[in-house]
């Protein structure tokens, strides 16, 4: 597909997208901090059949994404359920900047430009991940020594050029990721050190200037629950929206380790961002468990997993779910956590687990 025509398809993908999932902005309850009465009140009741996840996802207003592995695309037994499970579609490695401008001036969009057209072949919107991060970055940027005022150029050049390169076709960008510690104080990066906090709100203005028509978005991990980095997160989004800084959404990773969750809190520490007039995402949803997985740690896995999209669709603001890859095969737990994984919906041979069900009944639905 022609580089043209790739942009011509997408564009109307992502208008139809972006006009069927609407928004919902939060504007009328104040923040009280008060959880529900119980955790299942975060879980509508199923009923509705639907024969896909992003089908049920869909009849709540909401989107349903999966990271993907771009060395999966010529699979088809992962594409088949990439293409039909799924409404949105996140850069998994292709475009972090050190897969995307290895080399000062030297961008390579191969990987990218297989993840967009993929989408538009299958009418998906794109979120793009990531811009600004501290980790998979070239050394280039990470120990070139650069004065702030060279840094800062850097930064806009590869902001203004990736976003650029998809303006109109990307519908969600996470501009800045991880910039917090678990304690709520900023993570020490080549951008705080060199740049200082204003970097933040630098790195919004320079992908609002780019595409305007994107959703900007701040997105970390650990931050699901109320505690001192997700405070810290809400101070931060705070005063970039009283500074006029052009930021539309909060994403929420949720690495979540099976069984140590609440629902409740979960739900209403969603509430409090939405309640600022941004939308809030589920971005890089998954379960881990300590292996082997059994029986009763898949069905508690499929409760958790209902949870946690059930407090998504009880916050008008939060406006899709997405799981970071759908398959075992993929997951980045087992590398990460050993002795941890099964984390996905789907098992190694790409076969629905329980949580599948899960997921499902967290939007209210049942299997057709």
């Given at each position: 597909m022609s580089p043209l025509v790739r942009r011509a398809a997408i564009a109307v993908t992502a208008g139809a997208l972006l006009s069927g999932v609407a928004f919902v902005?939060?504007?009328?309850?104040?923040?009280?901090?008060?959880?529900?009465?119980?955790?299942?009140?975060?879980?509508?009741?199923?009923?509705?059949?639907?024969?896909?996840?992003?089908?049920?996802?869909?009849?709540?207003?909401?989107?349903?994404?999966?990271?993907?592995?771009?060395?999966?695309?010529?699979?088809?037994?992962?594409?088949?359920?990439?293409?039909?499970?799924?409404?949105?579609?996140?850069?998994?490695n292709?475009?972090?900047?050190?897969?995307?401008?290895?080399?000062?001036?030297?961008?390579?969009?191969?990987?990218?430009?297989?993840?967009?057209?993929?989408?538009?072949?299958?009418?998906?919107?794109?979120?793009?991940?990531?811009l600004v991060w501290h980790s998979q970055l070239p050394g280039w940027v990470s120990n070139g020594g650069f004065g702030a005022e060279e840094l800062d150029a850097i930064v806009q050049d590869h902001i203004g050029t990736v976003v650029g390169e998809y303006a109109g076709e990307i519908a969600y960008w996470d501009v800045v990721n991880e910039v917090f510690n678990d304690d709520g104080s900023l993570r020490q990066s080549v951008f705080l050190n060199t740049l200082g906090e204003e970097y933040i709100a630098d790195a919004f203005r320079y992908a609002e200037a780019a595409d305007?028509?994107?959703?900007?978005?701040?997105?970390?991990?650990?931050?699901?629950?109320?505690?001192?980095?997700?405070?810290?997160?809400?101070?931060?989004?705070?005063?970039?929206?009283?500074?006029?800084?052009?930021?539309?959404?909060v994403g929420f990773q949720m690495h979540l380790i099976l069984d140590q969750y609440s629902a409740s809190d979960i739900q209403s520490n969603l509430q409090r961002f939405a309640d600022l007039g941004l939308e809030v995402v589920v971005t890089e949803l998954d379960v881990r468990m300590d292996l082997p997985a059994d029986q009763a740690k898949l069905?508690?896995?499929?409760?958790?997993?209902?949870?946690?999209?059930?407090?998504?669709?009880?916050?008008?603001?939060?406006?899709?779910v997405t799981i970071w890859g759908f398959g075992d095969a993929d997951s980045?737990?087992?590398?990460?956590?050993?002795?941890?994984?099964?984390?996905?919906?789907?098992?190694?041979?790409?076969?629905?687990?329980?949580?599948?069900?899960?997921?499902?009944e967290g939007f209210g639905a049942t299997a057709d």
């Open positions: 902005n939060a504007q009328a309850q104040e923040t009280t901090g008060a959880a529900p009465a119980a955790e299942a009140e975060a879980v509508p009741d199923a009923g509705t059949e639907a024969a896909t996840l992003q089908e049920a996802a869909s009849a709540t207003g909401r989107f349903m994404g999966t990271a993907i592995a771009d060395g999966r695309l010529n699979d088809p037994t992962y594409t088949n359920i990439a293409s039909t499970e799924f409404s949105s579609v996140t850069a998994e292709v475009m972090k900047w050190e897969s995307i401008q290895p080399n000062r001036d030297q961008y390579n969009f191969a990987g990218a430009d297989r993840l967009m057209e993929f989408a538009a072949a299958n009418g998906q919107q794109v979120w793009g991940h990531t305007p028509s994107a959703k900007l978005c701040i997105n970390d991990y650990n931050t699901e629950h109320t505690n001192a980095k997700s405070d810290a997160m809400y101070e931060l989004v705070s005063g970039l929206l009283d500074q006029g800084v052009p930021i539309d959404c069905e508690a896995q499929a409760t958790q997993y209902a949870d946690v999209v059930g407090a998504c669709v009880a916050v008008d603001g939060c406006t899709g980045w737990v087992p590398g990460t956590f050993p002795g941890q994984g099964a984390a996905l919906p789907w098992d190694d041979n790409y076969q629905p687990k329980p949580a599948y069900n899960g997921i499902l």
